[in-house]
């Protein structure tokens, strides 16, 4: 394993994109049953529950065992004329086993499905955990439909597996092996018979379920793909609307969920015909088997009861076996959702905070620095986001960041809070490089409004403590104010526990943004990044919320990236980026002196007229 922060070659794809490297078309990946053994830790965390499970197996196997037994000793003694009180006395018998086989399957029902509900929810979280702890680099390769598409399908198929499939396949096995064992007991010869044409059934099993197997996962695959198709359309639904793309973009998914169709028909067919194969072949040998006891009951080698007997253990074990080829094909969809799972789990982060990570100072005093930084995006290497940046940003200093579009602006916020680490050069934040301190430690140093808000589908006053949820409501209400959202978040149906939808969809532009500055005031970090803070504001709401993020900048590290120049003339320096390069800095008065690309931009935005 290479150290944290290393970068991965060129040449060799990341732990990102293997994780969700798709299958070739056509050539489905064969699925091994090994990654249920991922499962183990899950199950083992719960070893009541887990021992209850193979307690009332073992009991109702037990039980369904002892039944030719009576049945054998009623047909040989019960019948006979000799003892017919024993009749009364064995049909007693079975309707206590009978009993005990109901209660233990209840118990075996409860606890299996327990394990399965608890244990796909222990990996639910553990896999959502995981995933919040991947770079931005896993998501820039991998679609949010089918990273979800693993968290609740295959999760579903792996509750499957961990529940009812895997009890249902030991019941039968336990089963198979009982009546295999009294079987012999019962007649060695016709024992031998059953052995001899059981590889007569369990080869082509084999071969066969291998096929169910690769096309299980296939399927998995296809569905992931619809699904992540509906994901990305469904969350940019304006935009889609907008362009009339309606009819393309359900055309697009009909191909889609077309493609899954014909895989998940064509694993139901491969999983018709395993059962198939498995019914006729078992029935063929017991058959078989019975007309060759038959021939020993007619000579008198053999009593009707023992051959009654036998014959119940074998249509048991025909029944078991039956049971695991029909149980087969659902254990090996879970081990190939199991096995994508665990290709989730391994996806390893490029950015880790470090073994032993330099302790950040306290108090944060929110001190930056840069030196020589270069920096390119995983995604397109050859093209410089930084090149050789330096500058200083000293504590309580209010500094702000222009240029064009793609100058590099917002590859130093990214780097400031270790989203990606630099291609070359060091980043500092009180005096610590960025890659030797905690993420945690590093991250909680910074208090940001993005240019995009994220808002959640939960209370206003909620989105407001967002990392932050120790809050009083007493600190949100002054938050609010702070942000100049305090009024409109009154006028809401419920105020401060009014739902927002998705992203925010209630609120207009405006509104969100002020929710989010309202946010970063709540966090109270020494250092607080905006990113086109007002971009949405009128300009009557702009006024406003710039007057509080005055208030709020006061004592505080402040660093602004700003199209629109008006909100930053006030800057104690302004850092001007062209093409990844620190092309100039100063004061606006200073910048406008100079005649060079601040006082291009300036010109264009302050004198429109001019620029025509």
């Not at 030991?170 to 590889?199: E, H, Q, W, Y």
């Not at 995604?379 to 222009?402: C, H, K, N, Q, Y």
């Not at 809050?471 to 526990?497: S, W």
Request: aromatic content about 6%; glycine content about 8%.
């Amino acid at each position: 394993m290479k150290p944290a922060g290393t970068p991965a070659p060129s040449s060799a794809p990341t732990s990102a994109e293997a994780a969700l490297e798709p299958e070739e078309t056509g050539k489905p990946k064969r699925v091994s049953l090994r990654p249920l053994g991922q499962l183990k830790p899950y199950l083992l965390r719960h070893k009541g529950m887990l021992l209850a499970a193979l307690v009332s197996l073992v009991v109702a196997a037990g039980a369904m065992l002892a039944l030719p037994l009576a049945l054998r000793r009623m047909i040989d003694l019960g019948f006979s004329g000799i003892e017919p009180e024993l009749v009364d006395v064995y049909f007693g018998t079975l309707v206590g086993v009978g009993a005990l086989l109901a209660i233990a399957s209840a118990a075996r029902f409860y606890c299996v499905n327990w394990l399965g509900e608890r244990v796909v929810a222990d990996i639910r979280t553990d896999v959502f955990k995981h995933l919040t702890g991947l770079s931005p680099a896993f998501y820039e390769v991998s679609h949010s439909g089918e990273v979800m598409s693993r968290l609740t399908a295959d999760t579903t198929q792996v509750k499957a597996a961990a529940g009812t499939a895997v009890s249902q396949a030991m019941r039968n096995l336990l089963l198979v092996v009982g009546s295999v064992a009294m079987m012999i007991v019962t007649s060695p010869k016709l024992s031998l018979a059953v052995l001899i044409a059981i590889p007569l059934i369990v080869l082509p099993l084999v071969a066969y379920g291998r096929s169910v197997r690769a096309r299980s996962r296939y399927a998995q695959d296809t569905l992931a793909e619809a699904s992540a198709y509906a994901s990305e359309s469904l969350g940019q639904v304006k935009v889609l609307q907008a362009f009339t793309n309606e009819r393309a973009a359900t055309s697009r998914f009909r191909r889609a969920m077309d493609r899954a169709f014909e895989a998940a028909n064509d694993r139901a067919k491969a999983r018709a015909g395993l059962t198939a194969i498995a019914m006729f072949l078992v029935f063929l040998s017991v058959v078989g088997v019975l007309w060759y006891g038959a021939q020993d009951v007619l000579s008198g080698s053999m009593s009707g009861g023992t051959l009654g007997q036998f014959v119940l253990y074998a249509v048991f074990a025909a029944a078991a076996v039956g049971g695991l080829s029909d149980v087969w094909g659902e254990v090996a969809q879970a081990a190939g959702a199991a096995e994508r799972l665990g290709e989730l789990l391994e996806a390893e982060s490029e950015i880790q905070s470090p073994p032993h990570p330099t302790p950040m100072p306290e108090p944060g005093r929110g001190e930056i620095a840069f030196d020589d930084v270069s920096f390119a995006y995983p995604l397109r290497p050859d093209i410089a986001a930084l090149d050789g940046v330096s500058f200083t940003v000293r504590p309580g200093e209010r500094v702000a960041l222009v240029g064009p579009s793609g100058a590099g602006k917002t590859t130093i916020f990214a780097l400031l809070l270790r989203f990606y680490d630099p291609k070359s050069g060091t980043v500092r934040v009180d005096d610590v490089p960025v890659d030797m301190a905690d993420l945690h430690d590093l991250r909680s140093r910074f208090a940001m409004v993005p240019q995009e808000t994220a808002l959640f589908a939960d209370t206003v006053a909620a989105n407001i403590a967002y990392g932050a949820e120790t809050a009083t409501r007493a600190q949100i209400e002054a938050a609010a104010r702070a942000a100049f959202a305090h009024g409109f978040i009154a006028e809401l149906p419920e105020g401060y526990q009014t739902q927002l939808g998705e992203g925010g969809v209630t609120l207009s532009g405006g509104q969100r943004q002020r929710i989010a500055i309202a946010r970063a005031v709540l966090r109270d970090a020494p250092i607080l990044l905006l990113d086109e803070a007002t971009s949405a504001l009128d300009t009557t709401n702009e006024t406003l919320v710039q007057k509080a993020l005055d208030k709020v900048m006061d004592g505080r590290t402040t660093l602004v990236i700003a199209h629109r120049l008006s909100t930053v003339v006030n800057a104690d320096r302004i850092l001007v980026f062209d093409r990844g390069e620190l092309v100039e800095e100063g004061t606006h008065q200073q910048l406008i002196a100079k005649s060079g690309l601040y006082a291009r931009l300036a010109s264009l935005q302050f004198a429109p007229d001019a620029a025509e």
